[in-house]
């Protein structure tokens, strides 16, 4: 009889295939075909180098087998497979005293503690589509529009890009996102990996009804993907791959009441959660909030428009980090000078809670919601977690 172990899979319906894992992963485990990343079972050490650097959560999944899955399994899930029946291993070479330690349970506990909980999508989000065009099948868009959303002067050119798919089929979820191909070949000779956007215009379309797509891109220096994108002149075609994404989802609910927290492009989401809120609710009251930080106004994408949007609809909150003669400000600081109002939205269990941007802004976040559940009477780590397994709270950070 096997001796039951633990396996490392990757969820397909969550990963966004952007290939972070197997970029980071120091012994080769992790690989990729046309459709999907999947962990070799021979290979992989359990070192977790690739569970933090994924913006998804996709990454920390496993699963208590007998056999474990192979290569050929994992490359044809749609869906990750429920955790089975485990045979028991035969106990006759216990030794004396461990009668009573279950290894299989032991194994299952293991696996079920994850890095941080897995995510889930809103209890009334729309089924999403995923992976509909692929490395081996991408799709043909159309470049409509390409527009700087910050200063000329600026030190951060970042760009509106709108993209028409011919009348293709691309059915995309406000918190999808999508992958582009910029063309040529590496240094070995392979085709570039696509590179992820988060969609930044509603379900309908960046013009409603029209179903095309926008994108928040910023230039990055020696950016491959970033600069073919910025410079891309109207009427340029565009292999596209996704959508992707399962979880990062808009509720719904018209009563759902959304607290988004982002930085640079990490704007792009809450974009289109706002614009499709705007569109389905008017501006009912009491719907939204956002903590958006950048350096400057200069370098804050849609700064113009997010300025216009009525406060009934969007309680918007602008922070500034490098503004002259000013002490630097980060949208943390802000939530704690704004704690009575964030409490009132921890308290309201219509909340859904969306991070979105650099890494480095969860550590000051989670700091923030600490103090802020504290100042009433909540314990932060269990009212997060019991936001996640309700499908209220969204990370993706990157």
């Not at 292999?239 to 990490?266: E, H, Q």
């Not at 939204?288 to 994408?301: I, V």
Request: some cysteine; hydrophobic content about 35%; aromatic content about 6%.
């Amino acid at each position: 009889m096997n001796k039951p172990l633990k396996q490392h899979l990757i969820d397909p319906e969550i990963c966004i295939r952007c290939y972070t894992c197997e970029m980071t992963c120091p012994v080769g485990a992790i690989e990729h075909d046309d459709n999907n990343v999947v962990v070799n079972a021979d290979a992989c050490n359990f070192c977790m180098d690739c569970i933090p650097v994924c913006p998804t959560g996709s990454i920390d999944e496993w699963r208590v087998v007998n056999t474990p899955y192979t290569l050929e399994e994992q490359y044809e899930f749609d869906e990750l497979p429920e955790q089975g029946e485990v045979d028991q291993p035969d106990a006759s070479g216990t030794e004396a005293g461990d009668a009573e330690v279950d290894p299989v349970a032991a194994l299952l506990a293991e696996a079920h503690k994850g890095a941080g909980g897995k995510a889930k999508a809103p209890a009334t989000a729309s089924k999403p589509a995923i992976n509909l065009h692929n490395l081996g099948h991408p799709v043909e868009a159309v470049v409509q529009g390409n527009y700087r959303l910050t200063a000329e002067d600026s030190d951060a050119d970042v760009r509106h890009i709108i993209l028409d798919f011919q009348g293709k089929p691309f059915p995309v979820l406000e918190g999808q996102s999508l992958g582009i191909i910029a063309p040529g070949t590496d240094a070995d000779g392979n085709a570039h990996l696509p590179r992820l956007y988060s969609v930044s215009s509603p379900r309908d379309g960046e013009r409603p009804g029209y179903h095309n797509v926008s994108l928040t891109v910023k230039r990055e220096e020696g950016g491959l993907c970033s600069n073919y994108v910025c410079d891309l002149e109207i009427g340029a075609k565009v292999n596209i791959t996704g959508p992707f994404g399962a979880t990062f989802l808009l509720p719904s609910d018209p009563d759902a009441r959304l607290l988004m927290i982002c930085t640079g492009t990490g704007s792009a989401p809450m974009r289109s959660f706002t614009m499709a809120r705007q569109r389905t609710v008017g501006t009912k009251p009491g719907g939204m909030m956002m903590f958006f930080g950048a350096r400057t106004p200069d370098s804050l994408p849609y700064f113009g428009p997010l300025k216009k949007m009525p406060d009934e609809l969007l309680h918007k909150h602008l922070v500034f980090s490098r503004m002259p003669g000013a002490e630097k400000e980060y949208v943390q600081d802000r939530m704690r000078a704004e704690e009575d109002a964030v409490a009132e939205y921890l308290k309201d269990p219509k909340t859904h809670i969306y991070i979105c941007g650099l890494k480095g802004m969860e550590e000051g976040v989670e700091k923030a919601f600490t103090n802020i559940a504290e100042s009433i009477g909540e314990q932060w780590l269990n009212l997060r977690d019991a936001m996640r397994e309700d499908g209220r709270y969204h990370v993706e950070t990157y």
